[in-house]
Nanobody, 122 residues
Framework: QVQLVESGGGLVQAGGSLKLSCAAS????????MAWFRQAPGKEREFVAA????????YYADSGKGRFTISRDNAKDTVYLQMNNLKPEDTAVYYC???????????????WGQGTQVTVSS
């Protein structure tokens, strides 16, 4: 019903920046909050950031506070993750997720993208 496609990942040196995008398609009228997660090899998936439908409320994991910014453009059905001052420990596959309408924090996510690889070199 809803498809999420991430893009913007790649290889970057420590201290550099990347901006990830996640485009939603399908029955997007019933999705509201969206978020970013990441998973490094051998580790479990961890929360990175989330944003409500209107974009006025955001949540960040401690790992990205002050460096990452989540935003969205509802006219384009797209959510973004601006990542600055990247560190090697940020290396992971980054996934976007979407929750159905009616969710309240902490959100329960129903849709997931395929992921985009982010690699930060020392």
């Amino acid at each position: 019903q809803v498809q999420l496609v991430e893009s913007g990942g790649g290889l970057v040196q420590a201290g550099g920046s990347l901006k990830l995008s996640c485009a939603a398609s399908g029955r997007t009228f019933n999705i509201y909050p969206m978020a970013w997660f990441r998973q490094a090899p051998g580790k479990e998936r961890e929360f990175v950031a989330a944003i409500n439908w209107g974009g006025g409320t955001t949540y960040y994991a401690d790992s990205g506070k002050g460096r990452f910014t989540i935003s969205r453009d509802n006219a384009k059905d797209t959510v973004y993750l601006q990542m600055n001052n990247l560190k090697p420990e940020d290396t992971a596959v980054y996934y976007c997720a979407a929750a159905r309408s009616g969710n309240r924090w902490p959100y329960e996510y129903s849709y997931w993208g395929q992921g985009t690889q982010v690699t930060v070199s020392s």
